[in-house]
């Protein structure tokens, strides 16, 4: 009998990869809070979530390669395509959007979501090994 980890692990895996990639698109507005007409960009579960579950058929993930000269996107699935520029909540002068208080809190919030995300799935390898073992 195999064991199929898409099944076994669902969508968390990648949601600790969407947690990763927002984190790091976060981390660039808190940098980039001085630049002149930096525009933050943030990434929405929901939306991500929304598109992976449509585009892809039942039962499959990730991209297809029609041709075996394709490079591989493994990982890629998150994409620039679902950046999505920050709505500010009070104009600036030189044109940046970046509020550096909603954007720590944003990191925050999603540093305790992605910690949220890798214990669960910590705790679903665990539970494959206690099953592989029979415990």
Not at 71 to 76: F, L, N, S, T
Not at 81 to 96: C, T
Not at 122 to 131: E, H
């Amino acid at each position: 009998m195999s064991i199929s980890f898409d099944s076994a692990l669902g969508i968390h895996e990648r949601a600790l990869s969407f947690r990763a990639d927002r984190a790091e698109v976060l981390a660039n507005n808190i940098a980039n809070a001085d630049t002149p007409n930096y525009k933050a960009r943030d990434l929405d579960f929901a939306t991500v979530l929304a598109e992976q579950s449509a585009s892809a058929p039942r039962g499959s993930a990730g991209l297809a390669r029609t041709n075996s000269r394709h490079i591989a996107a493994e990982g890629m699935a998150m994409g620039s395509a679902n950046l999505a520029y920050r709505i500010p909540s009070h104009p600036s002068i030189d044109q940046n959007t970046v509020d550096v208080q909603v954007e720590q809190t944003t990191y925050a919030e999603n540093a305790v979501n992605f910690q949220a995300s890798f214990t669960f799935l910590n705790s679903k390898f665990k539970g494959l090994v206690s099953a592989l073992r029979g415990d």
